[in-house]
Nanobody, 124 residues
Framework: VQLQAFGGGLVQAGASLRLSCAVS????????MAWFRQAPGKEREFVTT????????YYADSVQGRFTISRDNAKNTVYLQMNSLKPEDTAVYYC??????????????????WGQGTEVTVSS
């Protein structure tokens, strides 16, 4: 299974960005997907996750109401729409996939496959 994340960039506070994560191999439509992020000098942290059907989602408190995760199983792609970006959202964003079907979780160790990361920088 390979994950490729893209869509990051440099934006001003208050702007929006949409990240994408293309998945190849495996059975994308049967597994949950997640986004994590890692800011400079900090540990990787959970952002959001979505169920295999897209019917259930779970967000970190820090992004609730501003970020939206979605997926297109026909395109083997998961998205992260980020609105009202803040300087504290600056980080490298990673998409992640588990080895097989599982419930929604924010625990990084439960995810087997990781994308290479895409950098998001929000200036004040």
């Amino acid at each position: 299974v390979q994950l490729q994340a893209f869509g990051g960039g440099l934006v001003q506070a208050g702007a929006s960005l949409r990240l994408s994560c293309a998945v190849s191999g495996g059975t994308f439509s049967s597994i949950a997907m997640a986004w994590f992020r890692q800011a400079p000098g900090k540990e990787r942290e959970f952002v959001t996750t979505i169920s295999w059907s897209g019917g259930s989602t779970y967000y970190a408190d820090s992004v609730q109401g501003r970020f939206t995760i979605s997926r297109d199983n026909a395109k083997n792609t998961v998205y992260l729409q980020m609105n009202s970006l803040k300087p504290e959202d600056t980080a490298v964003y990673y998409c992640a996939a588990p080895r097989g079907p599982m419930g929604l979780t924010s625990v990084a160790s439960r995810y087997e496959y990781w994308g290479q990361g895409t950098e998001v920088t929000v200036s004040s």
